[in-house]
T-cell receptor
Framework: DAGVIQSPRHEVTEMGQEVTLRCKPI?????LFWYRQTMMRGLELLIY????????DSGMPEDRFSAKMPNASFSTLKIQPSEPRDSAVYFC???????????FGPGTRLLVL | GQQLNQSPQSMFIQEGEDVSMNCTSS?????WLWYKQDPGEGPVLLIA?????ELTSNGRLTAQFGITRKDSFLNISASIPSDVGIYFC???????????FGTGTSLTVIP
């Protein structure tokens, strides 16, 4: 079975540009999570969805960040406009609703210059 | 947000040695997970614990769910070079899907 798929794997952009990160969860999983990982703050939950509905977005740092899940097999995390402090690795994870185990994607490494 | 404290922050050990790391919280959790993250990859689940006192093994790895439900530990026996990576604990309260992640323990195994 394919795991969680994320694209792009690497993104280098200039400050002020829009960045869109994409995620395809594992088929059959109803919950999807977006995390950000930095050396300073570790793994931080940004937002998670159950059955395509955002449940908790309290971790989204600012209005510049937005996430959507238009269907069960696709989600996006958008940063607009991007800033250098947004540089981090962004992970998407999925799980069965009510299940404990989250499966992580390989991450998108974002560098904002 | 919820704070999970992992210790030690980093470890440098000789190949063949045993490793022990733990995770503590000020809150009670109903589920504990242990993940390993290799460089450039996403975290991969190692062990899941669902009951206070539960002791679970996965090969050379053993993890326990603390009786107080506020802590968990992970042991690795007879370490090998491929054990190198960052180990994260994660805890879940109640029946919600949200997990809180620890700060990570970086393990280096010297051949």
């Amino acid at each position: 079975d394919a795991g969680v798929i994320q694209s792009p794997r690497h993104e280098v952009t200039e400050m002020g540009q829009e960045v869109t990160l994409r995620c395809k969860p594992i088929s059959g999983h109803n919950s999807l999570f977006w995390y950000r990982q930095t050396m300073m703050r570790g793994l931080e939950l940004l937002i998670y969805f159950n059955n395509n509905v955002p449940i908790d977005d309290s971790g989204m740092p600012e209005d510049r960040f937005s996430a959507k899940m238009p269907n069960a097999s696709f989600s996006t995390l958008k940063i607009q406009p991007s800033e250098p402090r947004d540089s981090a690795v962004y992970f998407c994870a999925s799980s069965r609703t009510g299940g404990a185990t989250q499966y992580f994607g390989p991450g998108t490494r974002l560098l904002v210059l | 947000g919820q704070q999970l404290n992992q210790s030690p922050q980093s470890m440098f050990i000789q190949e063949g040695e045993d490793v022990s790391m733990n995770c503590t919280s000020s809150s009670i959790f109903n589920t504990w997970l242990w993940y390993k993250q290799d460089p450039g990859e996403g975290p991969v689940l190692l062990i899941a614990l669902y009951k206070a006192g539960e002791l679970t093994s996965n090969g050379r790895l053993t993890a326990q769910f603390g009786i107080t439900r506020k802590d968990s530990f992970l042991n690795i026996s007879a370490s090998i070079p491929s054990d190198v990576g960052i180990y994260f604990c994660a805890g879940q309260r109640g029946t919600g899907n949200q997990f809180y992640f620890g700060t990570g323990t970086s393990l280096t195994v010297i051949p």
